[in-house]
């Protein structure tokens, strides 16, 4: 029986067995992450090696430099996930790994590194949808929360607002038309000659000023959960030109403080809605600004006037870590399908599955 045959069986089995013991990778862009999780929430070890001192000089993260310090690193980081978990590499049922969206070569160090130590223990690689991880953070964190939930997915690379309808199935409402909102913190932060990475710098100065700046007005779109951030980036950063070759000096902390309310604002107001016209009152957040303070205060203050629970993932759960891919490998074996395809290539566009967006109906 060749190894994908085995493989199918051996996933068929995994979905009855009791204690599921997941190790996961995580390599898509500067942070390597190997974790070790029993049934997609009990968290035995989660050991992440961040590039961030490195990719500081560059101000952001250069790929190649990437790529290359995940192979130096990703031996360490998996011998020691491994004894802080204090198991044996026998024991693991499962390894998932994040195959896209990233940076292809950083994408390419842990998918080839997982696929060699599945193939080695003879046991399920389970491909995981670094958007997907980014959600079963939160299972992680709270044992209560159980799909149907709406999930604002911000980060880097990606805005949307979902409908969390399963564990592996997700309703596409709205997203980003351009730049992510993550990607735009970066932006008005170089402008603004702050420290990278940028967004916990504006988050961190946003505290110390006032929301006077208007920037730009608010757009209407077709689809009313769609959201656009390259126009109110290219108007911070107008602003600052604009002051700089006038001799006007501004206050830079009030910049970050209108920033930081635009882009979030509508924001919260249209995941909100989501919710609303959805009838599900449960909203969670996912990605790495799911850590800014003034999206997870207001989030909360309004929802909690329209009776809505709101759900934060921790603030080491919030960045890229290998836990959260454990995790969803877990519910992918659980109550998913699992390609395991030993030739599995990395994706570095992989969208997120979803069903039609709302645009669509």
Do not use: W
């Not at 198991?87 to 060699?116: H, R």
């Not at 038309?177 to 946003?206: C, N």
């Not at 995790?327 to 998913?336: D, V």
């Amino acid at each position: 029986m060749n190894y994908h045959s085995r493989m199918k069986e051996k996933v068929e089995k995994l979905k009855t067995k009791d204690k599921l013991v997941v190790l996961g990778i995580e390599s898509s862009c500067d942070e390597t992450g190997i974790a070790v999780v029993i049934d997609g929430q009990k968290v035995l070890s989660n050991v992440v090696s961040s590039q961030i001192p490195i990719h500081a000089e560059y101000g952001g993260v250069v790929p190649e430099i990437a790529s290359r310090n995940h192979i130096q690193n990703i031996d360490f980081v998996y011998e020691q996930a491994i004894l802080e978990a204090g198991i044996s590499k026998q024991d693991i049922d499962a390894v998932a790994v994040t195959y896209g969206p990233g940076l292809v070569g950083a994408l390419l160090v842990g998918l080839n590194f997982a696929k060699g130590l599945a193939y080695g223990l003879d046991i399920p690689l389970v491909p995981v949808n670094h958007i997907a991880g980014h959600i079963c953070a939160n299972f992680i964190d709270f044992n209560d929360l159980q799909p149907p939930f709406v999930c604002l997915i911000v980060s880097g690379g990606h805005t949307a607002i979902v409908l969390q309808q399963s564990y592996n199935i997700h309703k596409l409402y709205g997203s980003t038309l351009d730049d992510a909102v993550g990607e735009s913190f970066d932006k008005v932060a170089r402008i603004l000659g702050l420290k990278y990475p940028g967004g916990p710098q504006v988050d961190k100065l946003a505290k110390l000023g006032k929301n006077n700046i208007t920037f730009c007005k608010k757009h209407t779109f077709a689809n009313p959960y769609d959201v656009s951030y390259s126009g109110l980036k290219t108007a911070v950063i107008n602003y600052v030109h604009n002051c700089e070759q006038k001799g006007i000096e501004y206050n830079i902390n009030d910049v970050c403080a209108s920033f930081e309310s635009q882009a979030f604002d509508d924001l919260i107001q249209k995941t909100i809605d989501v919710s609303l016209s959805s009838g599900v009152k449960k909203i969670a957040l996912a990605g790495g600004v799911a850590a800014n303070s003034y999206l997870r205060e207001k989030m909360t203050e309004r929802a909690i006037k329209q009776g809505i629970k709101v759900y934060f993932p921790s603030m080491s759960l919030c960045g890229d870590n290998a836990a959260m891919i454990a995790s969803a490998g877990y519910y992918k074996i659980k109550y998913g399908n699992v390609d395991v395809d030993i030739a599995l290539n990395a994706q570095p566009t992989l969208p997120l599955d979803t069903t039609q967006s709302f645009i669509n109906q």
